[in-house]
Structure formats: structure tokens, C-alpha cells
């Protein structure tokens, strides 16, 4: 069966495999390692690239990110093809690295996102790189170390992932090593990175019950999800696709919804423009940046500019929720 596209909205939860191309390495030291996961970072940091999860293995590395406003593709190709030619230099070799094609899966944050972190960051001790849960917070090339506080990576948002699990992070951290060591002995990986209709309704045990209910279920290969998850991640690719709009349209397109929303809000260009953060400013400055990125697909250096503030400052209400 072909595969389908990518889909590749800006904001969107990912799950991203990448494999060593007939399963070879993709790292043979510790110097590979570094610089792998120094590259991963310093492009999540430059694209607006959300980071919640990863661990990087001898054959493979799983990666949890929210993409930034320029999609998944661009981030995923600087990483892969800047690091293939680093290694290619470095061990004197030639030809591909990586599988043609890596693997993404879009995931339902609210139902999936614990579940995938500590999948994830259990994968070095399931391969036998480290022994113990002791070792596997010692492990540098997995973002459990950073959780733990072991290591410091100020690139992945471990606030954010912490958030899920408690409200203090001593609580939270807490609650996650209680969540890790529940699920060392649970098997997920077909309902997190296998295919098509059991990972999209959440398991096989589901879609039997669905079955015997004689109910049937929309399953997409890329996605992990529910039925309405799934039915609205297909839909605005649908619209994005119709809507795929030159950018000086699409820069036209913000520029009247500025005008049109300062004007609603009682507020002119000028002020929006001020660097002022009285008032209305910040909420009406974060609504139109989301709509740069979310809807019109926009650099962040191009709603920076609109909106009178830095590309830092756009990333930071990006994040925000």
C-alpha cells in the first residue's frame, strides 16, 4: 500500500521514529551521541520546536515534539540530513544513513501524551543499554535524565511534561516515576507505533469490542486517536491543502485580520505595535500570533514584525497555552 503524506500541521503533537537505514547504527560513541541530541536540541530551540520526550538508542531514536510554525518536514530534514553528513565525514563512509523515510505519527495529547513519554524513556532500559531504573536516570542520551534533573537540556520543555503528572515538580516527578515503574511491564508498542486501525482506536483489545458492538471505527495509519480526533485531523489537512495559498496572500490574509481584530478590541496599529503590554496587548498579540502560525502557516520572523514584538517573544506565546 503507498503511504499516505505527511501530516504536517504546525502545533501538532508528533511521534517520530528514525531508523538506521537495513537497521544499521546511526551512532557508534559517545561523540555521535553529543552530537546528535546537541543538533536535535539547537534546531528545536531555532524553529520553535517543542521537545517533551526522546531517547536515542544504537539503531534507532524516538523523538515526542510539538511541531513549530514551519511544519514537522523542515525540522526533521535539517536534523537527519546535517547529522548523516556529519557522520558520513566523521567515519568515512558514503550513502544513506537513515531509512528513506522516517516515521511520524500524529497522537492525542489529552489521551496519549503521559503514555508516550514514558514509553519512550523506558526504551533504553527494554533494549538493554542500561539495567535498572537507577542506570536509566544516569542514561545522557534520553530526556528521563533531564526529568530527573541529571542532566540539563534547556531545550526540552520538562515543565510542561511535568505539568502533566503533578503540580509541584517534586510531586509530579513523583507521580511519573510511579506512572514509568507501572509500565515497565506493559507492552505498548503496537498501540504507540504500530499501524493503521488498533493504534488509531487506542489498542486490538478496542477495536474487538467495537467489533462484537458492531461498530465500526475511521483508522488512519498516522494517526493515534480517537474517531473525532482522527476524523478532524483529516479534515484540516483537507481545508489546508484547499487553502495552500501563496505567502504574500497569506501575509495579506493577517495583515486584514490585524486590522479587523485591533479595530473590534477598540485598539490602533500603533499601540499594537508599542511594545506595550497594557491591557488588551498581550492577549490580542498572542491570538493573532497563533493565527499566523496555526492558520496562515507563517514565519515567526514575519508575525514578529506585525505585531511589533521579537520572533522569541512569538515563540514564547506559542508555547504558552
Avoid at 538493554?128 to 545522557?140: F, H, R, S
Avoid at 528521563?144 to 510531586?171: P, Q
Avoid at 477598540?266 to 498579540?285: D, I, N
Wanted: net charge positive; glycine share 10%.
Amino acid at each position: 500500500m503507498p503511504r499516505g503524506p505527511r501530516l504536517d500541521a504546525p502545533g501538532t503533537l508528533h511521534h517520530v521514529i528514525v531508523r538506521g537505514i537495513e537497521q544499521g547504527s546511526i551512532v557508534r560513541d559517545d561523540t555521535d551521541r553529543k552530537t546528535f541530541v546537541d543538533r536535535m536540541g539547537l534546531l528545536a530551540k531555532g524553529s520553535g520546536t517543542g521537545i517533551y520526550a526522546f531517547a536515542l538508542m544504537t539503531n534507532h531514536a524516538h523523538i515526542l515534539l510539538k511541531s513549530g510554525p514551519d511544519g514537522i518536514s523542515k525540522y526533521m530534514r535539517c536534523l537527519l540530513t546535517g547529522y548523516a553528513q556529519y557522520f558520513n565525514r566523521r567515519h568515512m563512509r558514503a550513502g544513506h544513513l537513515f531509512q528513506n523515510r522516517y516515521k511520524s505519527i500524529i497522537c492525542e495529547e489529552e489521551l496519549y501524551f503521559d503514555k508516550l513519554v514514558v514509553y519512550i524513556h523506558l526504551n533504553p532500559l527494554r533494549a538493554g543499554l542500561v539495567e535498572n531504573l537507577q542506570q536509566l536516570a544516569d542514561y545522557p542520551w534520553s530526556g528521563h535524565a533531564a526529568l530527573m534533573n541529571k542532566v540539563r537540556c534547556d531545550w526540552m520543555d520538562r515543565d510542561y511534561v511535568l505539568k502533566f503528572f503533578g503540580r509541584t515538580e517534586g510531586s509530579a516527578r513523583k507521580a511519573y516515576l510511579v506512572f514509568l515503574e507501572s509500565e515497565m511491564g506493559i507492552d505498548r508498542e503496537q498501540e504507540l507505533s504500530g499501524g493503521g486501525l488498533v493504534r488509531s482506536r487506542g489498542g486490538w483489545t478496542n477495536v474487538q469490542s467495537m467489533r462484537k458492538r458492531g461498530e465500526k471505527a475511521l483508522g488512519d495509519e498516522r494517526i493515534l486517536g480517537g474517531d473525532d480526533f482522527v476524523k478532524g485531523i483529516l479534515k484540516e489537512v483537507d481545508e489546508r491543502e484547499d487553502a495552500a495559498l501563496p505567502v504574500n496572500d497569506r501575509l495579506r490574509m493577517l495583515d486584514e485580520d490585524i486590522v479587523r481584530l485591533c479595530e473590534a478590541e477598540g485598539v490602533t496599529l500603533a499601540f499594537l505595535r508599542s511594545g506595550s503590554r497594557a491591557g488588551k496587548l498581550p492577549k490580542l498579540r498572542k491570538q493573532l500570533a497563533r493565527k499566523a502560525a496555526f492558520e496562515y502557516g507563517l514565519p515567526l520572523v514575519e508575525a514578529a514584525k506585525r505585531l511589533g514584538v521579537s520572533a522569541n517573544a512569538v515563540n514564547y506565546m506559542l508555547k504558552d497555552r
